[in-house]
């Protein structure tokens, strides 16, 4: 990996935390030297938990797929560098990037351009990096993969609120957030933290998704095994959009493991439908958010 040359684009304007066209708006740099990375993509969202194993890998993949199919152009980061998931649910164990002169070029399935800290290294190293390299590594994702033209770019967080999600929320012109989480006590507690960390870095929070939030048993009846409605009752005592509830359902993990996203073996299942409909949702809220944005500005 060679050094990013994000860093010295801000440094030229004093603006080591660009945050897209404002930051440079401010600066009086109407020319930067250097264009601000992924101008080519149209909405750049981030999918973030507080705690981990709540699905938030999960989601972002299927919410790709889901996006792809209505034919919009994708792009999924996994910006997990410790437990990087999407090489396993793509099934792109083997896979490496090509590298040209200039770029990485992600790979491409199913209709999703995809980088992955998988496709580089070994899948059972470790990653022992630091702050500083992580932080690199995540700008490489940005500024020196070919990403072209997008409509949707997807940031896989990592659980929690560390230096990834800090650097990604202040190097990317992030629409907003969607936050994942279960309907269980102790997930809430920690999502609120993720929801002040985008507060406090000025990144719009689309909505919260509540998943595993019910198990259907064969008789229709519904298990709430994390409890009831947390997710629900979460975003709206913090004012946020609620943006669905997804079941537990053994074919999404097992979809999850062998690499085959749960949207395109279950197409017509009532919870690719959850799925399809959190994706319109997410749609509708960066249509709003954007609109609220643009009235900001003019
Ligand atoms: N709705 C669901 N039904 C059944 N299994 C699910 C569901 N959502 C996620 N899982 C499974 O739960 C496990 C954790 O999911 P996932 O890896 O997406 O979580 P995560 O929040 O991204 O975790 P981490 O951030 O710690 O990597 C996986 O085995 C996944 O297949």
């Given at each position: 990996?060679?050094?990013?040359?994000?860093?010295?684009t801000?440094?030229?304007?004093?603006?080591?935390?660009?945050n897209?066209?404002a930051?440079?708006?401010?600066?009086g740099?109407?020319?930067?030297e250097?264009?601000?990375?992924?101008?080519?993509?149209?909405?750049?969202?981030?999918?973030?938990?507080?705690?981990?194993g709540?699905?938030?890998?999960?989601?972002?993949?299927?919410?790709?797929?889901?996006?792809?199919?209505?034919?919009?152009?994708?792009?999924?980061?996994?910006?997990?560098?410790?437990?990087?998931?999407?090489?396993?649910?793509?099934?792109?164990?083997?896979?490496?990037?090509?590298?040209?002169?200039?770029?990485?070029?992600?790979l491409?399935?199913?209709?999703?351009?995809?980088?992955?800290?998988?496709?580089?290294?070994e899948?059972?190293?470790?990653?022992i990096?630091r702050?500083?390299?992580?932080?690199n590594?995540?700008?490489?994702?940005?500024?020196?993969?070919?990403?072209?033209?997008?409509?949707?770019?997807?940031?896989?967080?990592?659980p929690g609120?560390?230096?990834?999600?800090?650097?990604i929320?202040?190097?990317?012109?992030?629409?907003?957030?969607i936050?994942?989480?279960?309907?269980?006590?102790?997930?809430?507690a920690?999502?609120?933290?993720?929801?002040?960390m985008?507060?406090?870095?000025?990144?719009?929070?689309l909505?919260?998704?509540?998943n595993?939030?019910?198990?259907?048993?064969?008789d229709?009846?519904?298990?709430?095994?994390?409890?009831?409605?947390?997710g629900?009752?979460?975003?709206?005592?913090?004012?946020?959009?609620?943006?669905?509830?997804?079941?537990?359902?053994?074919?999404?993990?097992?979809g999850?493991?062998?690499?085959?996203p749960y949207?395109?073996?279950?197409p017509?299942?009532?919870?690719?439908?959850?799925?399809?409909?959190?994706?319109?949702?997410?749609?509708?809220?960066?249509?709003?958010?954007?609109?609220?944005?643009?009235?900001?500005?003019?």
């Amino acid at each position: 990996m060679t050094t990013n040359h994000d860093e010295s684009t801000h440094a030229s304007c004093s603006h080591n935390q660009g945050n897209g066209e404002a930051a440079h708006a401010s600066c009086g740099h109407h020319h930067c030297e250097h264009e601000r990375p992924l101008q080519q993509v149209k909405h750049i969202i981030a999918v973030a938990s507080g705690k981990g194993g709540v699905g938030k890998s999960t989601f972002a993949v299927n919410l790709s797929i889901a996006l792809a199919q209505t034919g919009a152009k994708v792009g999924l980061i996994d910006a997990d560098l410790y437990g990087p998931s999407i090489p396993t649910m793509f099934g792109l164990l083997d896979a490496k990037p090509e590298v040209t002169e200039k770029h990485l070029v992600p790979l491409e399935k199913w209709g999703v351009k995809l980088m992955s800290i998988g496709f580089l290294i070994e899948t059972d190293t470790a990653v022992i990096w630091r702050g500083p390299m992580v932080s690199n590594a995540i700008k490489q994702f940005i500024s020196e993969v070919d990403w072209s033209e997008l409509d949707y770019l997807i940031f896989d967080l990592p659980p929690g609120t560390g230096d990834i999600q800090i650097t990604i929320a202040q190097t990317v012109p992030l629409t907003g957030a969607i936050i994942v989480t279960t309907p269980q006590d102790v997930a809430i507690a920690d999502v609120s933290k993720a929801v002040s960390m985008f507060r406090k870095v000025n990144v719009p929070i689309l909505g919260v998704v509540e998943n595993m939030s019910y198990y259907e048993l064969p008789d229709g009846t519904k298990d709430y095994i994390f409890g009831h409605h947390g997710g629900e009752i979460f975003a709206r005592t913090q004012g946020l959009s609620f943006l669905g509830s997804i079941p537990i359902d053994r074919a999404v993990r097992e979809g999850g493991d062998n690499g085959t996203p749960y949207m395109l073996s279950h197409p017509d299942s009532a919870t690719s439908k959850a799925i399809n409909q959190a994706t319109m949702e997410v749609a509708r809220r960066i249509s709003i958010t954007e609109a609220e944005r643009g009235n900001k500005q003019s």
